[in-house]
């Protein structure tokens, strides 16, 4: 029998700054993150954009190309535990879990300012270990000493899907009852070959991100470090823990279609969104929400709302469900996307407004059961809620979370 699993803490580090009530603030006031590009040089034709959503303020000397991920991630960390009032020790450290999700991660932007660094001067190897490759056992064990995290333990690239599917991945870990508790959620810092790779495939929009807007030219990326901390809900609900929300299902299947182009029918993305909702009538009908993937791009947009519609369309009655994208305020973080709006959608259920799409003045017709949020945040009490990730490579995931009163 799978056991409950509820959120008791979220932290984030944003475009807006350090903090949940930063990135709220950031998203209800419409505050645009895009920013100049200082970090690389884009002034080649070549480059479409000269802007992103990036973070400007890093802790210590971190700062550019030399931006700590590490350092940033560990005050996450530090965010999480004051905000899940977790007792030291209240566990074996064998019930503590840890899944983080990532792409490029930032490593990039090190790796060339480690060939920027002059013959002479010493490169200290423990840092290559620590502070770039996502994958790297010496990041991710150093955050789990941190965390006392000695339980499984995973790191998750499934291209923009990564953020959504280590949520998801810690879900099923403490339903199956192989952790107690675990800390999810990812990191993503833009550097050269991202930015270079995204301009050569001309996906990224010329004047910022406009999701769902019929003009959409494309995608905007953005940095973004975002942390949740999963626990078995008869653990939180003994020891009186915060509880912000209950995670009601996830899915993460493939479409088998395109490398890059998601299915234009939307049938592996409805299946993900269904699955995720646990097949259930009564969830889908109570559903008050969709944080969509919403990238911006001609190709997903279209795929994406075509997949809401289709899934919408199954309930019996009801007024269109509100759909907003976030990534016109925060941009792309790739792999970590997944994480930063499942925490837009948490606040959204938490606070009972629901963000709407920055950039989105003409929004595409013909989907009558589908509400897209534009010009302000909506007041509404959220029952259920849906974060999507529809990604490169057909990674299809959703995850669904329910007011847990």
């Not at 509820?6 to 950031?26: E, K, Q, T």
């Not at 599917?165 to 508790?181: H, L, M, T």
């Not at 997944?338 to 920055?358: C, D, H, K, Q």
Request: net charge negative.
């Amino acid at each position: 029998m799978s056991r409950p699993v509820v959120v008791v803490s979220m932290g984030i580090w944003s475009p807006y700054g350090r903090g949940v009530d930063a990135f709220w603030n950031g998203l209800v006031n419409m505050q645009p993150g895009r920013k100049s590009i200082t970090r690389m040089d884009v002034s080649h034709w070549a480059f479409r954009t000269k802007s992103a959503a990036g973070i400007e303020q890093f802790p210590g000397d971190a700062s550019g190309d030399d931006l700590c991920a590490h350092e940033i991630m560990r005050q996450v960390v530090a965010d999480v535990l004051e905000g899940s009032a977790a007792p030291a020790g209240d566990l074996s450290p064998y019930d503590v879990g840890l899944c983080l999700g990532s792409s490029h991660g930032g490593a990039t932007g090190r790796y060339v300012s480690y060939l920027k660094t002059p013959a002479n001067e010493p490169i200290d190897p423990s840092l290559i270990a620590t502070n770039t490759w996502l994958s790297s056992a010496a990041f991710h064990s150093d955050l789990a000493v941190l965390l006392g995290a000695q339980g499984p333990s995973a790191m998750i690239s499934t291209a923009c899907a990564s953020g959504t599917s280590s949520i998801g991945v810690a879900w099923d870990w403490i339903r199956q009852g192989r952790a107690k508790r675990v800390f999810a959620g990812g990191y993503g810092y833009f550097s050269d070959i991202p930015v270079t790779g995204f301009n050569i495939l001309r996906l990224v929009g010329k004047e910022g991100c406009h999701p769902f807007d019929v003009n959409r030219d494309g995608m905007m990326l953005g940095d973004g470090f975002a942390l949740v901390v999963l626990e078995d809900e008869e653990l939180a609900r003994r020891r009186g823990a915060n509880i912000i929300a209950r995670v009601a299902g996830y899915s993460a299947i493939n479409e088998a279609y395109h490398p890059t182009s998601p299915d234009p029918s939307g049938d592996t993305a409805l299946r993900a969104m269904w699955n995720a909702l646990g097949r259930s009538e009564e969830r889908l009908a109570s559903l008050g929400y969709i944080n969509a993937h919403g990238t911006g791009t001609v190709a997903n947009d279209i795929a994406e709302l075509t997949a809401i519609e289709r899934l919408l369309a199954q309930r019996s009655g009801g007024a269109p469900v509100p759909v907003s994208s976030t990534k016109g305020h925060h941009g792309h973080s790739l792999g970590a996307t997944g994480s930063v709006e499942f925490v837009a959608t948490l606040l959204a259920l938490e606070r009972g407004s629901i963000p709407a799409t920055l950039g989105l003045e003409n929004p595409e017709a013909g989907f009558p059961n589908i509400c897209l949020v534009r010009g302000a945040s909506v007041k509404k009490e959220i029952r259920t809620a849906l974060s999507n990730s529809f990604a490169f490579g057909g990674n299809a995931a959703a995850i669904a979370i329910e007011r847990a009163d």
